[in-house]
């Protein structure tokens, strides 16, 4: 696969400094080598902001654009995008990010995009025009349709069944079967929601010219002025109804809930295959297109973890703690999702992926009704006091993934007394980010069959310093935190670029004994409130 020209593996060289050894191709920012071209764009869609970020060839960032993105709440538990207003983002971004490294379109010798996974929109293949906003990973409207059909006999009876062949042949993928709950996060219940109550979308599926895309596919088609319908296989692996088993859109999920009819659906490529390059419009000259991939693969791949058993924790709106498992998707019977996390060529590398929401939320959430006037005040105003005074907070404001695997759970303080001050309760908030976290890592430890290497973090809540020592702590790991926390926008320039992404160590966070042993004994109260607010809002709770 051509990047569309240049050569950036020329441009680096072996910084062992920088590196562990776990690579298998080590390469790094050199010591001599010249400033300046060829140049690649980064581009990183996220749920608030979008940013594209122009780097020289030794990957030494030369210009960067951010924009915010517009989220829309049109009824409640609806949470949307206008499809125009993103694309117009994205391409003020990447014209921005170019201007500001003082360069033109045509000195762009690729383009990597990361974007958020699981949200999506549909829309016309004659005119282009959307049926409908995108609807956002954490968009809830299809929470009626998820508990009828995880009720309902249709999806109980092949888990039953699936639970009695595992006894007789001990297959591990029939025991996740005999586990495995539909949920909001993926898309299949949400875009089956679209298709029962959007009247132009559902007529024009029985015509044959409708057409669907998480948000990767719906940019490349506008980005492509149409003539590209493909998704990437990372992206493609997270919609609840891809197989990243047989590597393919999976006829028994799409029959069984009658949704995505093939006429719908993109095609499926590799992270890196020749995507060709956006319309000369756009941008003022066709910009080659080098890499698509999602976010948490992007960023597995940004922070070095080439290995398996590698481990990346990326604290943003949610958190999310991926794990390489190298050539194999991983089964789980505790509700990590196994996934593509990028493929070159023909390797492809799968993660197995545990998240819990509401981490950057929870600490907004925690400006919003004045607990601090900053996030950037937190980790101070949580530092002033020894611990949370037994305050214990349950951040389950769109419910609890996995291992509760409860999305009934309220969120809320517990232990608050007369003597309970904002520092407490601001310690709390940190806290229950670092407790998510230590039930994912135990999920993960308790069912790979491998050992866990490396604890690598990133994203916005990465830059608070208490919170990477609390899960330092808590985890009783040493944790590495970059010195650019965006690996997101790392890995999907280095993808497009053809080179392995270097991690330049901005700090290392090595636990605490004595914190580790309060906090995790904290965490079993931590537990029993996590009991109390669980299934809160189920039907049969008054």
Known sequence: ?????????????????????????????????????????????????????????????????????????????????DPDQLFEAVCEVIRGAISDAGLTADQIATLGISTQRASFTTWSRETGKHYHNIVCWNDRRASDLVRSWNASLMFRLPAHAAW????????????????????????????????????????????EKALFGTVETYLLYRLTGGRLHVSDRTNASVTGFYDPYLMCWSGYARFMFGVAPPSMLPRVVSTTHDFGATRADLLGAAVPLGCVIGDQGASLFGASCARRGDVAVTLGTGSFMDVNTGASPHTSVRGLYPAVAWQRGDEVVFMAEGSAGDTAVSVLW?????????????????????DAGGVLFVPAFSGLAAPVNDFKAAAGFI?????????????????????????????????????LHHVRVSGGVANNDLVCQLAADVLDVRLERPADVETSVRGAAALAAEVDALRRVGRVFTPDKASGDRLRAEMVEWGRAVQRFGQWYADDVK
């Open 164 to 207: 009695l062949l595992h006894k007789v042949t001990g297959n591990p993928r029939l025991q996740a079967v005999s586990v495995l709950r539909l949920m909001n996060q993926q898309v299949t219940m949400r875009l089956l929601w679209c298709m029962q109550n959007v009247a132009s979308l559902k007529a024009d599926i029985a015509r």
């Open 415 to 451: 232990g608050v007394t007369a003597a309970t001050t904002r520092a407490h309760l601001t310690r709390a908030i940190l806290q229950a980010i670092a407790f998510r976290l230590r039930q994912l890592y135990d999920s993960m430890r308790a069912e790979a069959a491998f050992p």
């Open 1 to 81: 696969m051509s990047s569309g020209g240049g050569d950036f593996s020329a441009a680096v060289e072996e910084t062992p400094e920088a590196w562990d050894g776990n690579a298998k191709s080590r390469q790094a920012y050199p010591s001599q080598a010249p400033p300046g071209g060829p140049f690649v764009a980064a581009l990183d869609v996220g749920t608030t902001s979008v940013r594209c970020v122009v780097l020289d060839r030794r990957m030494e960032r030369r210009g960067l654009c951010r924009r915010p993105v517009r989220l829309l709440y049109p009824q409640p538990e609806h949470v949307e995008i």
């Open 366 to 386: 925690g400006r919003q009704v004045g607990l601090y006037d900053a996030v950037e005040e937190t980790a101070a105003l949580a530092a002033s006091v020894p």
